[in-house]
Each structure stands twice: as C-alpha cells, then as structure tokens.
C-alpha cells in the first residue's frame, strides 16, 4: 500500500507540474495579448463568466482528487497483482483478503460522492 501511494504522489506531481506549467504559459500569452486558447469576453454575458470563475476551482480540486484516488488504486491493484504471481500465494484466498475490503471502500467513496454531488453540488 505504501509503494502504492509513493508512486501515486510522484506520477501525480509530475502531472501537476505539466500542468502548472501549462497554466504559466497562457498567462503569460494574455499578458501579451495573445489570446488564442482564451474565448473572448464577449462570448459570455457578467452573469455566466462569474459563474464560470466561481466554479473552475471547485471542478479542478474534485478533478484533481478523483484523478488521485483513480491513480492510486489502479496501481496498488496492479502491486497487489504483482504480489500474487510472485509469491505463488493461494489465489482466491489472497483476492478475496485484500481486494473485497478494497472493493467495499471504493464503492462507499464513489457513492458517496455521486450522493453530494446530486445533493450539495448542483449547477
């Protein structure tokens, strides 16, 4: 579980870093100017591009936490696989100890947050 995590925060911060990288360099183009990624202001009304600017962080923090939470179970099942064919454990014993309370937790949060975004999050 650890390596699991170690490698999720590392394969995430690099993508954090692209990312911030990219953000720097279309700010630095409307700065000069240069709008070719940014729609014009005249495409949205006060209205819609307030609404607009209230919602990117909130869209960018939950995408950012489910791309975590996606990363780092793909690869501790991906650990967890490569622990089972190298150690020649009992198969069904070892899928059903490790990967049924993974299952349990991982469906919990998902319904869980299907269940506020529908309740709390609503556009």
Known sequence: MILACILTTIIYFVQLLFGMKNYQKHMLDAYRGVFID???????????????????????????????????????????????????????????????PLLVIYLTTFIIQWF????FFVQ
């Not at 506020?116 to 309740?119: C, D, G, Q």
């Open 38 to 100: 940014i729609p014009p202001r005249a495409a949205f009304r006060n209205v819609q591009l307030m609404l607009k600017n209230i919602h990117y962080p909130g869209y960018c923090i939950a995408h950012l936490t489910c791309g975590y939470i996606i990363i780092g179970n793909i690869l501790f099942f991906v650990l967890i696989a490569l622990h089972v064919l190298f150690k020649h454990l009992f198969l069904i014993e070892e899928i059903a100890r490790t990967l049924i």
């Open 116 to 119: 506020l975004s529908k309740t």
